[in-house]
């Protein structure tokens, strides 16, 4: 059996029979603000605390600003700037953000390069911290800059093989604006990925549920059930009992 890597999350573990198979590059997608970044968070401070280097790179929100949204949310995580410190975790920003900022899309051979360099950057810095647990905050900020869907999906290609060359075990957030179940699934950009994790935000009358569910898992089996969520002070919390999810 292939080595697990932990989710950070003890339920999405179980769920998982165990982890996420090492090596996989997994979508982690949901609506805005439904928990991806702190999810990915978890995950990176967990298995950095556990002695695997482990970066973030955010595309769009500035590192400073998800390292103390993390400290604010997670006030039980208390390693997180000793980890930042030793190098064991690290979160860094990349260079499209100027593009983005500087007036968006354009001609699609420009943005190719500006994928590859952000790619390249990215590669270049993994190797260069030894890191082997990698998030990349969102991919859908690649997906506004490109115009034609088939070029983002080949591109995104690219960069996972890229991923899978370089030995990692990544999440890549993935924003979708749509809250329905079925359509989520559907996307025809998430077969390239080795695994697809939901998260939902689902409007109830007074109220909204956060939940998740494994979708699609390469190389392990996993859970069918969607499990409801809060943020806490210690991380991603199960609103059900951890029995019965697989
Ligand atoms: N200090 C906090 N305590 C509890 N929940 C928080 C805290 N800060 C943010 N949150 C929750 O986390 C959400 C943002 O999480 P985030 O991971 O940034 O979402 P996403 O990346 O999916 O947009 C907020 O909408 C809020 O519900
Ligand atoms: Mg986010």
């Known amino acids: 059996m292939r080595q697990r890597v932990t989710t950070g999350v003890s339920i ?9 198979p090492e090596g996989n590059q997994v979508a982690l997608a949901g609506s805005p603000g439904v928990g991806k970044t702190l999810t990915a968070f978890e995950f ?10 482990s970066i973030l790179f955010s595309l769009e929100e500035d590192p400073d600003q998800i390292v103390e949204n993390a400290r604010d949310a997670f006030t039980d995580f208390k390693d997180i700037d000793a980890l930042i410190g030793n190098g064991m975790l690290s979160v860094e920003g990349a260079d499209i953000k100027d593009t983005i900022r500087g007036g968006g899309r354009g001609q699609d051979g420009e943005m190719n390069y500006v994928f590859s360099s952000a ?17 990349i905050d969102s991919l859908t900020t690649f997906k506004l800059l490109v115009n034609d869907s088939l070029i983002y999906r080949m591109l995104s290609l690219n960069l996972l093989s890229l991923l899978k060359n370089l030995k990692v075990t990544s999440i890549l957030t993935l924003e979708v604006q749509t809250l329905s179940r079925e359509s989520l699934k559907y996307q025809p950009e998430f077969f390239i990925y080795d695994g697809i994790i939901a998260l939902y935000s689902t409007p109830e009358e007074r109220n909204r549920i956060h939940s998740l569910e494994v979708l699609k898992m390469r190389g392990t089996k996993h859970s069918f059930k969607t499990v409801p969520y809060v943020i806490s002070n210690n991380g991603i919390t199960p609103l059900i009992s951890v029995d019965n999810v697989l």
């Open 12 to 20: 999405l573990d179980k769920m998982l029979n165990n982890g996420i």
């Open 44 to 53: 990176l401070y967990k298995n950095a605390k556990a002695g695997n280097r």
């Open 119 to 135: 790619t390249g950057q990215i590669a270049q810095s993994i190797k260069a911290h030894g890191a082997t647990r990698i998030v």
